[in-house]
């Protein structure tokens, strides 16, 4: 699987849009982006994915650039409750079927 | 109803103990996995089975033995437990994927301290 690049923390006021970036630029054909969370020590909780395509759902956004070689998670309008661990996550599986966790960006929304 | 369910929720054990964890999921999933959280936050995968079948196995010591009585089940059971072996563990399951259009869901984690 691909591996990403995340930047390790970021800071977004709340009711604004948090955009978190990745880098995975060795991305291939039949790899999907995924995007998981993790608030606190909580299990990893599953956001949102895509191959080519923008993607949107009740969550976040997902951004694609034409290349496949990076993306952007958007959180349109981050809460105190979006404070997470956010990771990026290139995966193909139809050879094996694991997630591979890199270290993610650490999301503080602060009031 | 919760979707994975992973049982105690809190381990405490001296070294050298034998103890298991229990992972049960409701969705109808056909693969279920373990990870391990260690204190530097780094999740990694340690088994996949599908269908009560292993498919992987990421170099873990044989200490730790997972067991799969049905699809719906899966039991991790460590031996001899050592310092190291303290962490979060976190049971997830997903539907196993002949392509990649599906997502995981993790359940609460175990935490296992080591004393």
């Known amino acids: 699987d691909a591996k990403t690049t995340q930047p390790p923390s970021m800071d977004c006021a709340e009711g604004r849009a948090a955009n978190l970036p990745c880098n995975h630029s060795?991305?291939?054909?039949?790899?999907?982006v995924y995007w998981y969370r993790q608030i606190h020590s909580q299990g990893p909780q599953y956001i949102i994915h895509?191959?080519?395509n923008n993607e949107t759902n009740e969550m976040a956004s997902l951004i694609i650039t034409e290349d496949r070689k990076s993306s952007t998670l958007i959180l349109p309008h981050a809460t105190l409750r979006d404070t997470a661990v956010y990771y990026c996550?290139?995966?193909?599986?139809?050879?094996?079927?694991?997630?591979?966790f890199g270290t993610g960006t650490r999301l503080q929304v602060f009031p | 109803d919760t979707a994975v369910s992973q049982t105690p929720k809190y381990l405490v054990t001296q070294m050298g103990n034998d103890k298991s964890i229990k992972c049960e999921q409701n969705?109808?999933?056909?693969?279920m996995y373990w990870y391990k959280q260690d204190s530097k936050k780094f999740l990694k995968i340690m088994f996949s089975y599908n269908n009560k079948e292993l498919i992987i196995n990421e170099t873990v010591p044989n200490r730790f033995s997972p067991k799969s009585p049905d699809k719906a089940h899966l039991n991790l059971h460590i031996n001899s437990l050592e310092l190291g072996d303290s962490a979060v563990y976190f049971c997830?399951?997903?539907?196993?994927?002949?392509?990649?259009?599906?997502?995981?869901?993790f359940g609460q984690g175990t935490r296992l301290t080591v004393v």
């Open positions: 060795t991305i291939s054909g039949n790899e999907y």
């Open positions: 895509g191959l080519k």
């Open positions: 969705l109808g999933h056909d693969t």
């Open positions: 996550i290139v995966r193909v599986s139809y050879n094996t079927d694991k997630l591979i």
């Open positions: 997830a399951s997903s539907q196993l994927l002949v392509n990649s259009n599906t997502e995981a869901f």
